[in-house]
């Protein structure tokens, strides 16, 4: 997944303030669409140190941290240990180079995630496979942004366009909204946040 390099080097600092303050507005979002979930499996996509998952972890009956840096997947083993964590695993997995076919989720979440995928569509489809059917896919992420220029993200997605390429692969059910509005939370810029929900 892109900027594995980077995550790798910032794993032990990542969990700022600012960070956890987002990632709380964020899982708080992806709850609004999580139904009946208890007995339901669901995979965090990009987890990072877990600082969305972990927010969730009580409305569903398991949670897989998914992520492609080492050393953020060691962070989260170390805070799922010290909380005595029973529903939750981690696979370190890169989801663009290599095939999973075996995986399978009620329930897939990612927050900040598709900024650093460079091809989009082809994540997006990997994971409808992924996806139970009837299974739903959460997105959050910013905003198109024109301020943000940056050959190591994207910058922000156009919600309408994102809709069209999750409806030409094959997902249902879109809606979407911006819901988040912050101060230098976009690679030092004012940004806002949108939340898609999508089912196959």
């Known amino acids: 997944m892109g900027n594995t390099d980077k995550f790798e080097m910032i794993a032990n600092v990542y969990d700022t303030p600012e960070r956890i303050q987002i990632a709380k507005v964020s899982s708080d979002a992806i709850r609004e669409y999580v139904i009946d979930a208890k007995s339901k499996n669901a995979i965090d996509f990009g987890c990072g140190t877990g600082l969305v998952g972990m927010n969730l972890l009580s409305e569903f009956n398991s949670v897989l941290f998914l992520d492609t840096s080492p050393n953020m997947i060691n962070q989260l083993k170390q805070k799922m240990s010290d909380l005595h964590i029973q529903n939750a695993d981690t696979l370190c997995f890169d989801f663009e180079k290599e ?50 220029v940056s050959d190591m993200v994207h910058n922000g997605f156009n919600q309408e366009k994102l809709t069209d390429v999750m409806t030409k692969i094959g997902y249902r059910n879109m809606q979407s909204k911006t819901f988040y509005q912050g101060n230098n939370i976009f690679m030092g810029q004012d940004a806002s946040m949108f939340i898609l929900a999508s089912q196959k």
Request: aromatic share 10%.
């Open 99 to 148: 095939d999973l076919s075996d995986l399978h989720a009620d329930y897939i979440f990612m927050a900040q995630v598709l900024l650093h995928i460079p091809d989009v569509e082809f994540v997006l489809s990997r994971l409808f496979d992924v996806l139970n059917d009837g299974g739903h896919l959460l997105i959050v992420d910013f905003d198109k942004n024109e301020k943000v």
